[in-house]
Structures are given as structure tokens and as C-alpha cells.
């Protein structure tokens, strides 16, 4: 798991710098887009901005979670128990025998991956909520565009021999509708696409995690075995379920 959240941390940490150096390259492009409106794409910057960071903090909080398992697994019995993703599973698994069933490693890896999936819901959040802001920004650009043609149409006086200059100047407001629409989305759709891209990365360092409890609780997990039995009477053979194992425990 070592090796995978470090490719993993990695990943992210070099899509995050590239990020980052892009937007101070462009940043005279980048100021333009953000000042088109400054509220909503604040918080469209804002919103990327924090999955950006609670990305970092959930694999980062995978660190403790892996110390114990890997001490666990070394053979170590007197543990404090993890901080939070690990935790019902590790008061399972200290008081465990020897040997598991089948059935109590089904139930241990459901947990693990519901657990798993609770830290990502509120990732999924983030980026469903980026999307629909740039959504939201296309539409309020579209009702300024619209609103602002129609504005500007009505108030044209065709006999004006200034009539040219009044609409030059009176298209200052459909542009700044649309630039509302075109810049709300670039930003959503990218803001998206980069807190999405990071919670993959997020996904394959837990998946790695997982895959170690499996492989290590897998080796340790005797399944029952099944043996005829005759009946004499009806003279049927009849299959059942014997535990070969004296060890093996049902939880």
C-alpha cells in the first residue's frame, strides 16, 4: 500500500502544481475570465479550492489508518484502535480467532467499503455542485444577453442619425451576459474536471488499502465444508455443511 498511496499522493500533488503553474502563466487570461463576474466565478474558484483541499485531507487521514493495519498485520495485539476508518473493524478483528468465516469477511470488507464511500460522498458533492454553478452561470448569462438585446432594441430610434453610436453603446450588456455564460462554465466544468480527477486518485489509494485487509484476511478465513450423508431409509444421498475447523467462528 506503501508504494500506492505515494503514486497516488504523487499524482495529485504534480496535477495540483500543474494546475496551479497554468493559472500564474495565463494570469492575465485567467483575471479576465474571473472579473467577467465576480461573485459567481468567486465562488466557483472558491468551491474548486476546497475539494482541492479535502482531497489532500482524506488521503492524508488514510496514513494513520494504514500505520495500524500494517502493524496489525506484523503481529502486534496491544493496539490503540484507529482513528476513524478502521475503527469497528479493528474491535472485529482484535477480538477475532484464528480463523474467520466466510461470511464474517464479507461482513468486514462491507464495512470497509461503505466507510470508504462516506469520504467521498461529500468529494461528489464539490463537483456536483461546480457543474451546476457553471450551469447556473450559463443560464444567468443567457436571461442578461437576451434582456439586454431586447432592451437595447426597443430603445433604438431608427430616425436618429446617432442611432449606430446608441447601439454600440448599448451593447455593452448582452456582452456581459454572454461572457457571464462562457466563463461560468469554462470554470465549472474545469473546477469539475480537476476535484474529480484528485478523488480518483483519492479512490485508488483507499482501494489499496482495501485490497491489503482482503488479501490478509482471505489467507485467515477457513469456509465450511460439505460431505454426503446417506439416508438409509429413503435411500437419498443428503449434502450438509460441517465445519472442519474447531477455530472457526460465525460472527
Do not use: W
Given at each position: 500500500m506503501k508504494k500506492s498511496f505515494h503514486r497516488a499522493l504523487n499524482f495529485m500533488a504534480l496535477f495540483t502544481a500543474l494546475?496551479?503553474?497554468?493559472?500564474?502563466?495565463?494570469?492575465?487570461?485567467f483575471l479576465q475570465i474571473a472579473?467577467?463576474?465576480?461573485?459567481?466565478?468567486?465562488?466557483?474558484?472558491?468551491?474548486?479550492?476546497?475539494?482541492?483541499?479535502?482531497?489532500?485531507?482524506?488521503?492524508?487521514?488514510?496514513?494513520p489508518e494504514y500505520r495500524w493495519l500494517k502493524a496489525y498485520v506484523a503481529g502486534q495485539r496491544n493496539l490503540k484502535l484507529p482513528p476513524v476508518l478502521l475503527r469497528p473493524v479493528a474491535q472485529i478483528l482484535l477480538q477475532r480467532p484464528r480463523r474467520i468465516s466466510a461470511g464474517a469477511l464479507n461482513s468486514i470488507l462491507d464495512?470497509?467499503?461503505?466507510?470508504?464511500?462516506?469520504?467521498?460522498?461529500?468529494?461528489?458533492?464539490?463537483?456536483?455542485?461546480?457543474?451546476?454553478?457553471?450551469?447556473?452561470g450559463t443560464f444567468w448569462g443567457l436571461i442578461l444577453t437576451v434582456?439586454?438585446?431586447?432592451?437595447?432594441?426597443g430603445g433604438l430610434d431608427f430616425s436618429n442619425e446617432m442611432v449606430l453610436e446608441s447601439m454600440q453603446a448599448g451593447l455593452s450588456v448582452p456582452l456581459s451576459g454572454m461572457a457571464t455564460a462562457f466563463t461560468s462554465s469554462l470554470l465549472g466544468l474545469g473546477g469539475s474536471l480537476v476535484v474529480g480527477f484528485l478523488a480518483m486518485q483519492l479512490q485508488y489509494a483507499q482501494n489499496s488499502v482495501f485490497h491489503e485487509i482482503e488479501d490478509y484476511l482471505a489467507k485467515h478465513t477457513r469456509v465450511a465444508q460439505v460431505i454426503p450423508?446417506?439416508?438409509?431409509?429413503?435411500?437419498?444421498?443428503?449434502?450438509?455443511?460441517?465445519?472442519?475447523d474447531e477455530n472457526l467462528e460465525v460472527f
Open positions: 494546475i496551479i503553474a497554468g493559472c500564474i502563466y495565463f494570469n492575465a487570461e472579473v467577467s463576474n465576480v461573485i459567481l466565478n468567486g465562488i466557483i474558484i472558491g468551491a474548486t479550492v476546497f475539494g482541492v483541499g479535502l482531497c489532500f485531507y482524506h488521503i492524508f487521514a488514510l496514513v464495512i470497509i467499503l461503505m466507510r470508504f464511500d462516506d469520504t467521498r460522498e461529500s468529494i461528489r458533492y464539490v463537483t456536483n455542485t461546480l457543474i451546476f454553478l457553471g450551469l447556473l434582456g439586454g438585446f431586447a432592451e437595447l432594441i450423508q446417506i439416508n438409509l431409509n429413503e435411500q437419498e444421498i443428503v449434502t450438509a455443511p460441517v465445519l472442519s
